[in-house]
């Protein structure tokens, strides 16, 4: 990917579909996503950049995982900072996933679970506050620490309840956040 240099730094390697998209960085567009189907030949290099999403130098991908027919990742295009976004695969195929359209959503802590990806994030008028997307536009699920205070939330996990055959499962997502008066607490969300 980088010839002329040591390395290119590939990272979060995921799969998706017939390709692994991973960061790296060719020396000349910066850290940004590639693919690879993994052939090589003399006409074939097996990898290819994915998406220029930041063409002044690299927007610095971290991928997230996969949800339904799109990958999910991060990335800062130089104008609306670290946001969320996603692809459908395509070369070009990244989009924006916009949350917070005047600055920084700052998305971390982002995990798929079951059939949603579930992240922390800010919309600039509430803190960093559960958010979830099911391939439709992001929702945030509540506001924790009340106002313009940030919940952080952190862990994302999941976990069913009910034990006896014939029970209903319910999907509970597992996560530990500050409400802003009892500190960090364990919170569920269905």
Not at 2 to 23: E, Y
Not at 55 to 79: E, H, K, M, R
Not at 157 to 175: D, K, L, R, S
Request: charged share 20%; with cysteine; hydrophobic share 35%.
């Amino acid at each position: 990917i980088n010839p002329m240099a040591a390395s290119s730094t590939p990272s979060g390697l995921i799969a998706f579909g017939d390709k692994v998209f991973f960061s790296a960085d060719d020396g000349t567009h910066g850290q940004e996503l590639w693919r690879t189907d993994g052939g090589v030949d003399e006409t074939h290099a097996g990898s290819e950049l994915a998406c220029d999403i930041r063409p002044s130098g690299g927007s610095n991908p971290f991928l997230i995982g996969v949800l339904g027919d799109w990958l999910y990742f991060t990335a800062n295009d130089g104008t609306n900072g670290d946001e969320l976004y996603r692809t459908n695969g395509a070369i070009n195929g990244c989009e924006i996933v916009a949350i917070n359209a005047d600055a920084d959503a700052n998305v971390s802590e982002a995990v798929v679970i079951g059939d949603k990806l579930w992240f922390s994030a800010t919309d600039g008028v509430h803190g960093y506050e559960v958010w979830y997307t099911d391939n439709s536009a992001p929702v945030r699920v509540t506001d924790i620490n009340s106002g313009a205070g940030s919940a952080n939330p952190m862990n994302f996990t999941f976990a069913p309840t009910g034990t006896g055959v014939g029970e209903t499962y319910i999907p509970w997502v597992y996560f530990s956040a500050d409400d802003g008066v009892n500190g960090i607490e364990l919170y569920r969300t269905d």
